[in-house]
């Protein structure tokens, strides 16, 4: 199973930005739908974004919409999340995710996602 580690979570003020980066071990990255999903205690694991195996097609949830970014360099086997203009409500551990299967092309279930990181934890203060 494809190892996936992330990092670039930190505290930061509202209306800041971060860069999440999750880079993947395994040499068959390149063929796997990719997202991002986030977490708060209590509460199930959310869809935050995700995009196709070249990056060319990518889906968000509406609550980040316009603010983050899902992006990926196939070269380096990582896959990034922009996040700008962020709101306390953004606060979470993020995890990022490699589809089940490579037909999955815009996968928004935690369901259709096998593999997964540890997770990076962003708190944003008000």
């Known amino acids: 199973q494809e190892q996936l580690a992330e990092s670039g979570g930190g505290l930061v003020q509202a209306g800041g930005s971060l860069r999440l980066s999750c880079a993947a071990s395994d040499y068959s990255f390149s063929r796997y739908a990719m997202g991002w999903f986030r977490q708060v205690p209590g509460k199930e694991r959310e869809f935050v974004a995700v995009l196709n195996w070249s990056g060319g097609s990518t889906d968000y949830a509406d609550s980040v919409k316009g603010r983050f970014t899902i992006s990926r360099d196939n070269a380096k086997n990582t896959v990034y999340l922009q996040m700008n203009s962020l709101k306390p409500e953004d606060t979470a551990v993020y995890y990022c995710?490699?589809?089940?299967?490579?037909?999955?092309?815009?996968?928004?279930?935690?369901?259709?996602?096998?593999?997964w990181g540890q997770g990076t934890q962003v708190t944003v203060n008000s």
């Open positions: 995710a490699r589809a089940r299967s490579a037909s999955y092309h815009l996968a928004t279930q935690s369901t259709d996602f096998d593999s």
